[in-house]
Each structure stands twice: as structure tokens, then as C-alpha cells.
């Protein structure tokens, strides 16, 4: 009986190891949805972005006149847009809806309006 | 200053309005005369943007301080003090102007009948050269004072232009804490909401929540601010939230409108949305009774 259950597990740990190395494969195989975006007072250009729920992002935005913040809160992502290097943000969206962003770093007369939106679809 | 009962109070405050008791307990007024012990009310302003210009929403946005100003002076009983919780000016990228606004802020509201004035700073205020302006007209942007036995503490979460209270800060109100016994009445003044009111407007404070859990310990905390334009209360634990309303424009309730854009004004019913606010402090129940004030009398 001993023996029977340990070929169990020995089975069960052996087809867990496959599917963990067939979902990396299926992953591995995803392509990146790269989206460029500057962001200069007032405004993030583009101000919309559209993505697909399940498909990896890399959102790479720019700063092209200062210190700006990126901030989606629903979406849990936020980055600091120094002026001039690239931040690069990487997540895969695991759920549709519009989430708006907004700059989140002071920036003067218009910060209130530097905003915009990701609408995730399925 | 003999102790005076709610009614009387109401009466001498002038306007009537909606009174929001802040703080546990019932609404029921002090009944203990202690000897020693009194009331005292104070009045926050906020969110004045002197020098703003948008005549949507407000095509009186050169007069509206002045209005306030003579309300205020006009209440029937005068306060003990008078805070503005931020945004006095409205920002621009010129230091000169900059300093241009808040001096004619500061000429205006010298006609306020109180001298006893505490001001802080919003982000329109000192975001773009870390407070340096402000300093020069109003002072320390963060510090302490005790009025009638309640210490009163003004933290600065708009200097970091990241919308920080920052390290330094914090340090600085741990050893201003230590001093008070955890059932010290204390009341926080700032710019910005200290909890997550609505991030996505960013309406928050980035380290806020440190903020909180230093204050957590303390029995009888309330905190007033500004930056929303809208009266708001919330409570976090035990500790209640009062926004106040601006001087300037109204903004939507949060996430109530797709864009947080100022309230259009509305000719049918100018000032709307505007307005100041009594502060009671009643010694003996530990908690306020708030009055909102409208600019202009309906």
C-alpha cells in the first residue's frame, strides 16, 4: 500500500512539472504588446491605450520636458517619469475595464488635467 | 470667557447651518461648567487659489476672498483663531508672480478682524520650489501649537511635490507625538487628504498611511483639511477626516464624473458649493461640532 501511494505522488509531482513546463512554454509564446507614450505638460500622448486582458505589456513612457509620476491606481502600476530615460513598466492586464492615470508628481497649472486612460478588453 | 451652552453658541456664531458633531459621543452639549474650563471656536478657510483666472467657474474669482474675508468679520462672536489649510494661491511657474500673489493674499486677508491666523501650504502653493515662497511670507510649513489645552499640529504633504510628507518629516512628528499622552486631544491640520480618498484623482497622500499609523495610538484625534473643494468627513479607525470646501470653485464628488474638473459656475446660484467653517471645541465632551458657512448669505 505504501508502495502504491508513493508511485501516486511520484505521478502526480511528474504531470505537475509538465503542466508548469507546458504554461511556460504557452507564456514564453505570448507576444508583448510594446506601447511607447511621452508625457510633457499637460498631457501623456497617447492618452488612450488599448489592451488585451492576458496579453503582456511593456509600457514605456517618456518625459520629454521634466519630473513627471505616472499613476494608475487600479491597476496598481506607478512610475516616476524622470525627463529623458525611458521608464519601463511591464505587467499583463488580468482584468477588462477603463483605468484612468494620471501624473501624480506636481507639475504646475495644468497637472490637474494630465491624465488618461487604459481600457483593457477581452 | 464664561462657558456658553450650543443654542447660545449657534446664536452667537451668527449664520446657522448644517452642524456635523465630529468625534465619539452624542451631539448633547456640556452640561459641566468646571471652573477653568471653556469653549472656544476657531474658523478654517481653504483652497482660496488667489490669482486663479477661469470664468466658468468662478467670474468672481478676483472678489471671493474679499467676501469671505467680510464674512468671517461679520460673524456675530469672533473666533479664537482663523487657519487656511493650503492652496492660498493659485500656482504659476514665475517665482515673482508667485510671491506677487501670495503678498496680495496675505494684504487681503489682513482686513480679517482675527489676527490669530495659521496658514499652511497647498500644492498650488510651494510644489514647484519646495515652499521656498511661502516660507518667506507665512513661515515654517510644518509645526505645532497649543490652544486651551489642544495641541494642534500642521503637517505639510504638498512641499514634496511627489505629495509626501517625507522621511524627515515623520521623524519630526514622532518626537512631537512622545510628548502628548495617548488621550491628549490633538488635531491635525494639512493640505491633503491623509487616507486614500480617491487616488485616482489623486486624492491622497503617498506616505499618508504612515501618517496614520503614528496617530493610531492616540485616543482623540481629528484631522481637518482642504484640497477637494468639497466638504467631505470620513473615519478611519477612530480618527474623523473633515475636508472643507474652497473659496474659489467646487469639484465633483469623487469618481462621480469621468474628469475631476471644477464645478461650472452657475449664474441662478453664484457662490454655490463655497463657503468657510466654524469649528467648536468642547472642552469637556472631547469632541466638535462643525458649522459650514456659506460666502455669500442666502
Partial sequence: ?122 | MKAIDRREFLKLAGIGGVVFASGLGSMAFAADKKAGMEDFFFVQLSDTHWGFDGAKANPDARGTLQKAVAAVNSLQKQPDFIVFTGDLTQTTDDPQERRKRLGEFKEIISQLKVKNIRFMPGEHDASLDNGAAFKEFFGDTHYTFNHKGINFIVLDNVSDPTASVGEAQLLWLGTVLKKFDTNDRIVIFTHRPLFDLYPQWDWATRDGAKVMDMLMPYRNVTIFYGHIHQEHHHVTAHIPHHAAKSLIFPLPAPGSVPKRAPVLWDPAMPYKGLGFRGIAAEKAKKEFAITEYPVIKG
Fill in chain 1, 1 to 122: 500500500m505504501k508502495k502504491k501511494n508513493a508511485w501516486s505522488w511520484l505521478t502526480l509531482v511528474f504531470l505537475a512539472a509538465l503542466l508548469g513546463v507546458w504554461c511556460t512554454s504557452v507564456m514564453a509564446d505570448q507576444p508583448t504588446q510594446v506601447v511607447k507614450m511621452t508625457a510633457k505638460r499637460y498631457e501623456y500622448t497617447p492618452n488612450e491605450i488599448t489592451l488585451k486582458k492576458g496579453t503582456p505589456v511593456i509600457l514605456e513612457i517618456t518625459a520629454l520636458d521634466r519630473l513627471h509620476g505616472f499613476n494608475c491606481p487600479d491597476l496598481g502600476l506607478r512610475a516616476d517619469l524622470t525627463q529623458g530615460t525611458p521608464a519601463t513598466i511591464r505587467f499583463t492586464p488580468q482584468k477588462t475595464g477603463r483605468f484612468p492615470f494620471h501624473c501624480d508628481i506636481f507639475c504646475g497649472d495644468g497637472h490637474e488635467e494630465m491624465a488618461g486612460a487604459i481600457i483593457v478588453t477581452e
